[in-house]
């Protein structure tokens, strides 16, 4: 449904508009879902496009998909292992293998030759190549009557055998994955790949063109793109699943499909959840991370150097900024709320009117509130203590993942915590004995900086707060800590893991200390945590998914976990303000966007643009817009059409897909893609990269 918009409708009005006419609790609703590819819209898709995916379309497309556990999507391209990604995702290793004479992300990379690829310092690519349901053993493994925490340990406990046997059995990367919040358990095993070496990305300056003014905005001009390529046994791998390249690519009106790795959505959390994420989960993690932008651009500013060491960390919180504020606008719309207090009530209402579902499932709602209740008493110092918000420090992360991985794996693996689960140790180890550089400056000042939030938060007084300052300021803390710690020599961190308990408990390291000293009280907020909170959410959450199935079917999908996930939309402009929205934009816009900034930062193009003007064709397709379903996590999703070739890669959404989070809209939320034309264009044009774009298209140039 089309709503006008006039000049004078602000923008929350709007999606507050948009909320109140949405139809009441439907399970999707047009191009609505994030979906599970073992139970994809199949009915929708033939009923809205007549199109209907078959089980080996499906499998292709899955295959064809990457995640990146550094944070987002790719997708294979080509028989040779090649990857692509966005430029943004690609950033963390770009930074790793960054030097003071080599900054890659300002100035992009080009491998002419297999052998000057370069090889990440830590990546891992994850390739989803089964689905398992198990949740009836994890549901077994807690028997009736039990306590809350003998609950989540029987939970944990089951879950950790269920990855250990199935890694044994089958070699490869097993997790299960929590769906509907408690209501189904899935084991997703992966192909792991850790050899991964960059093989192209661009300059800085096109990739992320607009800068933070453009950020989730759009009309958008990017090349927001990189390529990498995964090795086995020191040589590329041979890929049967790859996406075909689409020259031509996405056109106006057509139906595309989005494959990727959303990482968080909330979209079925009830009203009391909702409400703690308004007032206290958001706005506390909005103020955490202005106060960390502001830090990262002060040390910054203070020369090039300081620039190119944080560039990959400020521009993380920055988009974390104006992500967090629209996801808190949405939250804060009176509108958006109530609608979602319909949906809820709906579902509390159909359920009290069955006389098998009500005592069944009735009482989930008030045991969500319960826990919410409890979580609001101890967010403050669990978000400090255990998730560790009080130490902004790569180093106090390696001490305390060294100090826990002692205490952990000296137990049986059902006993352990999850992160810490047999299965799971070689990807922690690979972070843990990470290559990457560690800049001791940047370090004291992001330490120095997160004692000095402690302080504020707890007061200087706090049992706790004054062992962990030791009688002085929290800049010369952070010095003495940062300086005096021999852990950014990943030798001194391997000894200290070969000599387990023993090694720790005998360290004299400063920042080992530290973690030992605030681990107990750390580890007590986390079992109460589990105990209290999440173990009760997921025993209601998972009555309130079986009511859901109950009185709605099976055919839905849950919120996002960072696991693959099919999403699919029209490539559609929209209206803003009453002036229409094209689908795509050309690469001649860049030109003009730039020269209508005098070409200053971040209009700015790179030279290597400005010399290559008159060679390249400047109506060639560069950025589009679709209605498929996307949050943060997509970033670099493949986007396929019918025929599951390659039309695009998401990079962004526009300022009015924030309130995805919570609620669906394709009125105006789009998402931004990069158009598989425009990036053979650059290529080719630009960057004279006939080996790269041979290999994409399978035609020799």
């Known amino acids: 449904m089309e709503i006008p918009v006039t000049p004078k409708t602000t923008r929350t009005a709007f999606v507050a508009l948009i909320a109140?006419?949405?139809?009441?609790?439907?399970?999707?609703?047009?191009?609505?879902?994030?979906?599970?590819?073992?139970?994809?819209?199949?009915?929708?898709?033939?009923?809205?496009?007549?199109?209907?995916p078959t089980a080996a379309w499906l499998e292709h497309l899955q295959k064809a998909s990457v995640r990146f556990n550094s944070g987002g999507s790719g997708s294979f391209v080509s028989a040779d292992g090649l990857v692509m990604t966005n430029h943004h995702v690609a950033a963390d290793a770009l930074q790793k293998i960054s030097t003071k004479d080599k900054d890659y992300i300002r100035t992009g990379f080009h491998a002419r030759t297999r052998q000057e690829e370069i090889r990440s310092v830590?990546?891992?690519?994850?390739?989803?190549?089964?689905?398992?349901?198990?949740?009836?053993?994890?549901?077994?493994?807690?028997?009736?009557?039990?306590?809350?925490?003998?609950?989540?340990?029987?939970?944990?406990?089951?879950?950790?055998?269920?990855?250990?046997?199935?890694?044994?059995?089958?070699?490869?990367?097993?997790?299960?994955?929590?769906?509907?919040?408690?209501?189904?358990?899935?084991?997703?095993?992966?192909?792991?790949?850790?050899?991964?070496?960059?093989?192209?990305?661009?300059?800085?300056?096109?990739?992320?063109?607009?800068?933070?003014?453009?950020?989730?905005?759009?009309?958008?001009?990017?090349?927001?793109?990189?390529?990498?390529?995964?090795?086995?046994?020191?040589?590329?791998?041979?890929?049967?699943h790859y996406l075909k390249w689409s020259a031509e690519g996405a056109k106006e009106n057509e139906l595309t499909f989005v494959s990727g790795h959303p990482g968080r959505t909330d979209r079925l959390n009830t009203i009391p959840h909702l409400e703690f994420l308004r007032d206290v989960g958001n706005p506390v993690s909005l103020n955490l991370i202005r106060r960390r932008e502001v830090l990262l651009t002060a040390y910054s500013a203070r020369s090039l150097e300081n620039a190119r060491r944080a560039q990959d960390d400020l521009f993380a919180y920055q988009n974390s900024r104006k992500a967090r504020l629209g996801m808190l606008e949405g939250l804060q719309d009176p509108a958006i709320l109530r609608q979602k207090r319909q949906e809820d009530e709906a579902l509390r209402a159909a359920v009290r009117k069955d006389a098998k579902l009500e005592p069944a499932y009735g009482?989930?709602?008030?045991?969500?509130?319960?826990?919410?209740?409890?979580?609001?008493?101890?967010?403050?110092?669990?978000?400090?203590?255990?998730?560790?918000?009080?130490?902004?420090?790569?180093?106090?992360?390696?001490?305390?993942?060294?100090?826990?991985?002692?205490?952990?794996?000296?137990?049986?693996?059902?006993?352990?915590?999850?992160?810490?689960?047999?299965?799971?140790?070689?990807?922690?180890?690979?972070?843990?004995?990470?290559?990457a550089p560690i800049y001791n400056d940047l370090e004291t000042a992001k330490l120095a900086d997160s004692l000095s939030?402690?302080?504020?938060?707890?007061?200087?007084?706090?049992?706790?707060?004054?062992?962990?300052?030791?009688?002085?300021?929290?800049?010369?803390?952070?010095?003495e800590l940062v300086n005096g710690t021999r852990l950014g020599d990943v030798a001194v961190r391997k000894q200290i893991a070969a000599g387990g308990v023993k090694a720790i408990q005998e360290s004299k390291d400063p920042m080992i200390q530290l973690a030992r000293l605030v681990?107990?009280?750390?580890?007590?907020?986390?079992?109460?945590?589990?105990?209290?909170?999440?173990?009760?959410?997921?025993?209601?959450?998972?009555?309130?998914?079986q009511a859901r199935f109950a009185v709605y079917g099976t055919n839905v999908y849950p919120d996002a976990t960072f696991t693959l996930r099919l999403a699919f939309g029209q490539v559609k402009g929209y209206s803003e303000n009453g002036r229409p929205v094209p689908s795509s934009t050309t690469i001649a816009g860049a030109y003009t966007r730039s020269e209508e900034h005098g070409g200053r930062e971040p209009f700015a193009l790179p030279k290597s643009w400005i010399d290559s003007r008159p060679r390249l064709t400047l109506n060639t397709p560069f950025n589009f817009v679709s209605t498929a379903d996307i949050i943060g996590g997509n970033s670099g999703s493949p986007v396929v059409n019918r025929n599951g070739e390659l039309v695009g890669i998401i990079f962004d959404g526009n300022i009015e897909s924030l309130v995805l989070d919570f609620i669906y809209t394709d009125t105006v939320a789009r998402a931004v893609a990069v158009h598989s034309a425009g990036i053979l264009e650059g290529l080719r044009k630009v960057y004279r990269a006939d080996g790269l774009v041979a290999e994409l298209t399978g035609r020799r140039q």
Request: proline share 5%; hydrophobic share 40%; charged share 30%.
């Open 519 to 545: 681990d107990p009280v750390a580890r007590q907020l986390r079992q109460t945590y589990e105990a209290q909170v999440d173990e009760p959410m997921r025993q209601a959450y998972g009555k309130i998914a």
């Open 122 to 240: 830590d990546e891992e690519l994850n390739v989803l190549y089964s689905i398992e349901d198990v949740t009836a053993r994890v549901n077994a493994a807690v028997k009736p009557g039990v306590d809350s925490a003998a609950a989540q340990q029987a939970r944990r406990g089951v879950i950790n055998t269920i990855e250990k046997e199935s890694l044994d059995k089958t070699g490869l990367r097993s997790d299960v994955v929590t769906l509907y919040n408690g209501g189904r358990y899935s084991l997703y095993r992966y192909k792991k790949y850790t050899d991964v070496r960059l093989v192209f990305a661009p300059e800085r300056d096109i990739a992320f063109f607009g800068g933070d003014p453009d950020n989730f905005e759009y009309p958008r001009y990017c090349l927001d793109v990189s390529f990498f390529r995964v090795y086995e046994n020191g040589q590329p791998a041979k890929i049967e």
């Open 453 to 479: 939030m402690l302080i504020e938060t707890l007061g200087a007084e706090d049992e706790l707060v004054v062992k962990v300052m030791a009688g002085k300021p929290p800049q010369q803390r952070a010095a």
């Open 363 to 435: 009482k989930a709602w008030d045991d969500v509130a319960a826990a919410v209740k409890t979580y609001r008493s101890i967010y403050m110092p669990h978000y400090l203590w255990e998730r560790g918000m009080a130490f902004y420090s790569e180093l106090f992360s390696t001490a305390r993942g060294l100090v826990r991985m002692a205490e952990e794996t000296a137990k049986p693996n059902n006993e352990r915590l999850r992160e810490y689960s047999e299965a799971g140790l070689e990807s922690l180890k690979q972070q843990l004995f990470s290559e």
């Open 20 to 52: 109140a006419l949405l139809l009441t609790a439907a399970p999707a609703r047009a191009d609505e879902g994030m979906w599970l590819f073992d139970n994809p819209p199949t009915q929708l898709l033939k009923q809205r496009y007549n199109f209907e």
